[in-house]
């Protein structure tokens, strides 16, 4: 009895283990995926002065990678929910390896521009892979604080990607730089695939065993869940206040404080840094308030946007000086926490088989309602008024967004009954692996 104790107690600690280094391997992997992906803009400098390219080559280096990402997400997600999230978050990593040092063997412009979009296709569903493989192995409780990290560790990536881009450009030339990162993409991808096995989903829990759904069927599901579309919807609409408000700053701390664009750029770097704590609190604290009342998920989601609407109307009417900067900090903090719990949410009312596919469609609404029109829209707005006007009217965004939020929230109780997982997801499932091996070494031995 005191035997078998013993080796429950050790299997407990087992998975957790496997359980945590997993996350740290998927972490790190998002990282290395926005350090290959956000690095060129750091290198603009010294791929001008070699190739004298326009500043119209030089964005379209950037550009690219994200085209490529909108256009693919869906469709290689539906291959990742339906072959393997841990053999295609490899292959992945393994690619964006393989592509970055071509980046640092290109010849010319058209080469690099290439291999920046073979960068592209290789990230496309990383994000909705990875995140997939999270939820599937963490309990429900924990899921909007896990995805919360997971997502606030692309930002960390791309502040790390310009600060060690640069000095490394400097000292070692640019082509150094895209070598270094891409043999520490390969490295974690191996790491990964050494560690990691794909999760027992939670749909034996749900009743609906493993079988594979069709790609049509799997992409109409995605848009079943009413509180699902408004979720899509409202994560959308609150990274077009976040995604202008980052694009922006520089040049609003260069207008009316009179920062040269290298201190703007660093101030701006901070708040970027702000908003990726923000993620990762945002997602505990709703995890923490909503153990014993899941409704309070979308509710407090939509309190940050409430939030996010009150600091930047006040803060960006206020004229410039410490204070309108802490309430613009307050809001950069508070404007992203609510990515976690969207995370969680649409994954919580959508079938176990089809989480990578759903968090890739909750990607592209982020990117059709926020990321792409956001700074495009409050540019167009400066042209016809002033920045400043411009930043005042960018939050109405995220009243939108708080609207949605409140109308998904009538729904997801509902919603979530379809798929309830069970509170301790398949860390239970992995304990029980644990033991069903050391008792069959055991009987072995005897």
Not at 28 to 46: D, E, I, K, W
Not at 412 to 426: G, I, K, N, V
Request: charged letters at 10%; proline letters at 4%; hydrophobic letters at 55%.
């Amino acid at each position: 009895m005191l035997q078998q104790a013993e080796v429950t107690a050790g299997n407990n600690a087992g998975s957790r283990l496997y359980l945590w280094l997993v996350f740290a391997l998927l972490i790190g992997l998002m990282m290395s995926n926005y350090l290959s992906r956000q690095v060129v803009t750091v290198l603009f400098p010294f791929l001008k002065a070699d190739w004298s390219l326009s500043d119209t080559q030089l964005g379209s280096l950037a550009s690219v990678v994200a085209l490529t990402v909108g256009l693919l997400s869906l469709p290689i997600s539906l291959l990742v929910d339906r072959y393997g999230r841990v053999l295609g978050v490899t292959v992945m990593a393994l690619l964006w390896a393989a592509a970055t040092v071509l980046c640092a063997m290109a010849g010319n412009f058209i080469w690099l521009l290439v291999a920046r979009a073979l960068l592209g296709v290789a990230q496309a569903a990383f994000g909705s892979a990875g995140g997939a493989i999270l939820l599937s192995m963490f309990p429900a409780n924990r899921h909007s604080t896990v995805m919360g990290a997971f997502l606030a560790s692309a930002l960390f990536g791309s502040v790390l990607s310009i600060v060690l881009g640069g000095v490394l450009a400097e000292r070692y030339g640019w082509r150094t730089v895209f070598v270094i990162f891409g043999v520490l993409a390969l490295v974690m991808a191996v790491l990964f695939r050494l560690v990691a096995r794909e999760p027992q989903s939670a749909s034996a829990a749900a009743g609906s065993a493993q079988e594979k759904l069709p790609m049509l069927v799997a992409l109409r599901q995605t848009f079943s869940a009413p509180s699902a579309n408004y979720v899509y919807a409202g994560a959308g609409l609150q990274m077009f206040s976040v995604a202008a408000a980052m694009a922006w700053l520089p040049s609003y701390l260069n207008r009316y404080y009179a920062m040269e664009p290298g201190e703007a750029g660093v101030k701006t770097g901070i708040f970027v840094l702000l908003s990726a704590i923000g993620m990762t609190l945002g997602g505990a604290l709703v995890d923490r308030l909503s153990r014993h009342v899941p409704e309070r998920k979308l509710q407090i989601t939509a309190l940050y946007a409430g939030a996010t609407l009150l600091l930047f109307l006040i803060g960006f009417s206020m004229s410039p000086g410490w204070p309108q900067m802490l309430l613009i900090g307050l809001g950069i903090f508070v404007s992203g926490a609510h990515s976690g719990s969207s995370s969680a949410v649409v994954t919580e009312v959508n079938d176990p088989r089809i989480h990578a596919t759903v968090l890739s469609v909750l990607a592209l609404a982020i990117s059709l309602l926020g990321m792409a029109p956001g700074p495009f829209i409050v540019g167009l707005l400066a042209d016809f008024s002033e920045l400043k006007t411009a930043m005042l009217i960018m939050p109405l965004a995220s009243l939108l967004a708080g609207l949605c939020f409140l109308a998904a929230n009538r729904h997801y109780r509902t919603d979530a009954l379809r798929y309830q997982a069970r509170p301790e997801s398949s860390l239970e499932a992995l304990e029980e692996e644990f033991m069903q091996l050391d008792a069959q070494v055991y009987s072995e031995k005897r």
